[in-house]
């Protein structure tokens, strides 16, 4: 087989390792909040237990883009795509870190009941998995228009993260119990702003990869 088609297909099978590892991390940071709005211990306890699968993903795809540097010999546009598949394994992997980070605040607020139904969380479960979904659509398309468009959706979830946090913030009283949960909820927000920030980053990086020039999302 010609080596260039060689690389090609290599690249093909990265693309789809990369996607994989998306999925995986998606349903691993929808779960978590599953698990946080019915406080299902075991849920929490199976989305900790699982971590490693991702961990193992990122692995295998750092391995897979070294040895396409070491026996391929990429020109300059195609260790962007290299390099940038590397960098797309790691945020993958620090969302995944947030999902673990998110059950286990199930975990502590375990025989507990919330204080209030959760409700601008779960909404911000679903920007974050739509942002992160495009991200990784863009970078497999090599599509800058849709990575740009992760700005707009990144400041869906910055004003519901401001919304949330003002609502926890006045929620908050004398009660050191009811802060302490109230206070589990904001970083869970936090959390989840953290994602969408991982997705903006994937999308400024689609933009270098094609365009060789950086371009700031979060402006």
Partial sequence: MDTRVMFHQ????????L????DRVEESISKAVESLSALDEGLAREIV??????????LGIEERCMRLIALQQPM???LRLIGMAMKIATDLERIGDHAVDIAKITIRLSGEELIKPLEDIPQMVLLVKNMLHESLIAYTEGNIHRAAALAEKDDEIDKLFSTLMTEIIGLMS???IRNRQLSHLMFVAHYLERVGDHATNIGEGVIYMVTGKRK????
């Fill in 19 to 22: 996607l994989s590892m998306g």
């Fill in 76 to 78: 300059a546009s195609d």
């Fill in 10 to 17: 290599s690249i093909d099978e990265l693309k789809t390792a």
């Fill in 174 to 176: 004398q009660d050191l």
């Fill in 49 to 58: 237990s699982k971590d490693d699968v991702i961990d193992e993903m990122m």
């Fill in 216 to 219: 700031d999302l979060n402006m």
